[in-house]
Nanobody, 119 residues
Framework: QVQLVESGGGLVQAGGSLRLSCAAS????????MGWFRQAPGKEREFVAT???????YYTDSVKGRFTISRDNAKNTVYLQMSSLKPEDTAVYYCEADLDPDSNEFVYWGQGTQVTVSS
């Protein structure tokens, strides 16, 4: 079965940095667009960043210039480097794998990793 496992979350002070990792068991990792979403308490899950098959990246406006998404296809791993963290970045961060952006049939999610940024 497909499995995505996030790691790297934790507690940091505002202005600090964290790197999240997502290890995927996907058979054809390089065929998937990979992304990160997050969900704060009482809020909807929101898009954070994606990286497609060509290595093109996309970010939500609130994290542009602070977060960097990357992938290592040889390791079946996607990363989210987060810097200049703010308290509003506090959320559970989820890894996503999407085989086909035109459908919702082959989308997989990890269990999430908690990121807490103190004031």
């Amino acid at each position: 079965q497909v499995q995505l496992v996030e790691s790297g979350g934790g507690l940091v002070q505002a202005g600090g940095s964290l790197r999240l990792s997502c290890a995927a068991s996907l058979r054809a990792f390089s065929s998937y667009s990979m992304g990160w979403f997050r969900q704060a308490p009482g809020k909807e899950r929101e898009f954070v960043a994606t990286i497609n098959l060509s290595g093109n990246t996309y970010y939500t406006d609130s994290v542009k210039g602070r977060f960097t998404i990357s992938r290592d296809n040889a390791k079946n791993t996607v990363y989210l480097q987060m810097s200049s963290l703010k308290p509003e970045d506090t959320a559970v961060y989820y890894c996503e794998a999407d085989l086909d952006p035109d459908s919702n049939e082959f989308v997989y999610w990890g269990q999430g990793t908690q990121v807490t940024v103190s004031s």
